[in-house]
């Protein structure tokens, strides 16, 4: 039997509980690596943006696993184009290395506009506003602090994303109980 586009769309939501894992993930990370510039040299604080971030995925799987989250969705067409919309996030490291090489001070700011924009297909993905509010929200506070307020932008766009990350999940939880599916 074929399934709609709408029956696959809440199959998606049921089973992945909308991506929560990795906003879990993204929370947990962003909040750690708020605390860094307190304990770290500034040096090795760049180090840690260029490939600390990278643990978020990883962590997400984890975190999946605890909740009993299915995040590869393979058996459902629009859980593989959910898996394929993330895959790019990996073509962005070239990018990250060149901004680490040459201008270390606006990783910050390009890491969270790419990380916050590559949320926003999921809004379609998931039916949700609450991934709305994350990329808009992750986006503007990276150029915010990231790009205006230069000099801050390790300390304060990782607290931003922390919060940005958390609301987002709370939201993602407060829509999963609203449609029954949590």
Known sequence: MNSTLKEMQSEL???AK???PFLLSGTI???IISLLPVIFAKEIIHFIWLFGLSS?????????KILRINLLVTHNPIGILACIIAVPQAFY???YIIVYILIPQYLPFTIGLLIGSHFLPYVWIYKSKAYLF?????CLSSIIFGWIFVDYAFTVVPLANFIVYGVGALLILRELRVEFVY
């Open 13 to 15: 939501i049921v089973e």
């Open 93 to 95: 490291i070239p990018l």
């Open 18 to 20: 909308k991506g929560l």
């Open 134 to 138: 994350i990329t808009l929200s992750a």
């Open 29 to 31: 990370v962003f909040f």
């Open 56 to 64: 978020i995925f990883p962590l997400g799987f984890i975190i999946s």
